[in-house]
T-cell receptor, first 116, second 115 residues
């Protein structure tokens, strides 16, 4: 079964304490993304990756880093978290099956982060 | 720039009735895809249905269908025979071809199915 896993699912931390949210997919897909969801704003893309060692910024990259050292993993790193990064975070993989569902993104279960 | 607009913050529907959730979009790209996702109270994002901009027919997936009106730039989701389990937040999203794998989301519609 195709899966995207995220850890941790819930995290409460304090301002400035570095943290990493892991994301892993078992389908060998090339494209992966990170989104954050905030009330009234829908989901907004933070970063995406097209392949190993290839990443690029999305709409709201400030305060975040990512890495893609291997195809299955795409961790999100908050070097110095601040309260405005309190949000629900989703990792997504992109299906590469045939048209017409090309580029469908499938999401992980989400990580609820609170920064105090 | 792309934009998705969902004008219905909340909707109520009775069980077994059909409901339409509105979505309009704005893009200058000739090639794009439109998606609907469901987010139940448990929080996960569940893919429901996809429509390509060049698709001649409206997409259908079980009880879900997408009423795609390209000239009006609308992509409304129709849920037939609503069930209590359909109560959730629904998001419309768009991706342009070659767009860096970015989905642009609307703000969502909260659907409540009542007995």
């Amino acid at each position: 079964e195709a899966q995207v896993t995220q850890n941790p699912r819930y995290l409460i931390t304090v301002t400035g304490k570095k943290l990493t949210v892991t994301c892993s997919q078992n389908m060998n897909h090339e494209y992966m993304s990170w989104y954050r969801q905030d009330p009234g704003l829908g989901l907004r893309q933070i970063y995406y990756s097209m392949n190993v060692e290839v990443t690029d910024k999305g709409d709201v990259p400030e305060g975040y880093k990512v890495s893609r050292k291997e195809k299955r993993n795409f961790p999100l790193i908050l070097e110095s978290p601040s309260p405005n990064q309190t949000s629900l975070y989703f990792c997504a993989r992109t299906s590469e099956t045939s048209v017409p569902k090309a580029d469908t993104q499938y999401f992980g279960p989400g990580t609820r982060l609170t920064v105090l | 720039a792309q934009k998705i607009t969902q004008t219905q913050p909340g909707m109520f529907v009775q069980e077994k009735e059909a409901v339409t959730l509105d979505c309009t979009y704005d893009t200058s790209d000739p090639s794009y895809g439109l998606f609907w996702y469901k987010q139940p109270s448990s929080g996960e994002m569940i893919f429901l249905i996809y429509q390509g901009s060049y698709d001649q027919q409206n997409a259908t997936e079980g009880r879900y269908s997408l009423n795609f009106q390209k000239a009006r730039k609308s992509a409304n989701l129709v849920i037939s025979a609503s069930q209590l389990g359909d109560s959730a937040m629904y998001f419309c999203a768009m991706k342009r071809a070659g767009g860096g794998n970015k989905l642009t989301f609307g703000t969502g519609t909260q659907l409540k199915v009542e007995l």
